[in-house]
């Protein structure tokens, strides 16, 4: 191949030079943007909510269900699943699910 040396071994020039700072610097921000977004993501509260794993037609799913209709599921719910009557109680429902 005619040339290959010394294309490989020619120093880089202004311009090769600047793009390569430029794409260095695309990369370094990006990774900036994606610290901080991953950062600030916060999880959702569960303050206030019932969340109760349960089996479903495809595998388990979870039901998470907040104020008013928290108070609701775990009074309708409570009384015909043992397990949804333990997770009210656990969670601050206890109020609402009728004693054994």
Same mark, same amino acid.
């Given at each position: 191949?005619?040339?290959?040396?010394?294309?490989?071994?020619?120093?880089?020039?202004?311009?090769?030079?600047?793009?390569? !700072?430029? #794409?260095?610097?695309?990369?370094?921000?990006?990774?900036? /943007?994606? +610290?901080?977004? @991953? %950062?600030?993501?916060?999880?959702?509260?569960?303050?206030?909510?019932?969340?109760?794993?349960?089996?479903?037609?495809?595998?388990?799913?979870?039901?998470?269900?907040?104020? !008013?209709? #928290?108070?609701?599921?775990?009074?309708?719910?409570?009384? /015909?699943? +043992?397990?949804? @009557? %333990?997770?009210?109680?656990?969670?601050?429902?206890a109020a609402d699910v009728k004693q054994p």
């Open positions: 191949m005619e040339g290959q040396w010394r294309r490989a071994n020619t120093p880089l020039g202004r311009r090769d030079k600047r793009l390569l !700072a430029v #794409a260095a610097l695309a990369v370094a921000v990006a990774a900036a /943007v994606g +610290g901080v977004y @991953a %950062a600030q993501s916060s999880s959702r509260s569960d303050a206030g909510c019932v969340v109760v794993s349960m089996p479903s037609t495809m595998g388990g799913a979870e039901v998470r269900n907040c104020g !008013a209709a #928290a108070h609701t599921f775990c009074r309708l719910q409570g009384r /015909v699943d +043992g397990a949804v @009557a %333990a997770a009210c109680r656990r969670q601050g429902f």
